[in-house]
């Protein structure tokens, strides 16, 4: 279980923090992206294999450039919030996963994304990261969370069912899904 004790409506760049024991005992830090994770985040996106990376980006993206990585890290936490799982390594921190939404403009209603580092995932990383998300999606009285998935992903499609998801094809796309959570009645 999540406590969202710790986060009474606050989220930023440096609030709120857990640590978190994944299914294999190693331990991680989940907390808020910030701009000084650029570095880390170009070598997390980097390092996936390009099954997680067409995963995630739904085969849009090839490359980080720089603008994208500083879309990805410079966040408002109004709108947006991303969190990253990290661990340390060599006395540096190194992102492991992350998990974000993007609120719409009708501000009851956002849409998330989640990717774990390929050689963490199925320990239960990508779970704890969505909690989390859900949490705060819920303390800041938003309804809806869904994503948009390609409908090859069962990893995707096995957490989103975890999660009480629920699952329909995209009309405007038969290779892709969406997934829908309402906020409201999850507690």
Known sequence: MIAS????GYVGPDYPRWKHTLS???EVLIRPIRRQDAAAERAFIEGLSS???HYR???QIAHADDTFIEQLT???YVNDVALVAVVE???VEKIVGVSRYAKDASGGRCES???VADAWQHRGLGTALMKHLILIAQERGLRTMESIDL???AGMRDLARELGFRIRQDPDDAEQVIYTLDLEGKH
């Open 51 to 53: 099954q997680s990376m």
């Open 24 to 26: 294999d005992g190693s």
């Open 5 to 8: 004790d710790a986060l009474h």
């Open 74 to 76: 410079d966040i408002d």
């Open 89 to 91: 390594e060599g006395g």
């Open 151 to 153: 409908a090859e992903n």
């Open 113 to 115: 994304a989640v990717v």
């Open 57 to 59: 980006f739904l085969g």
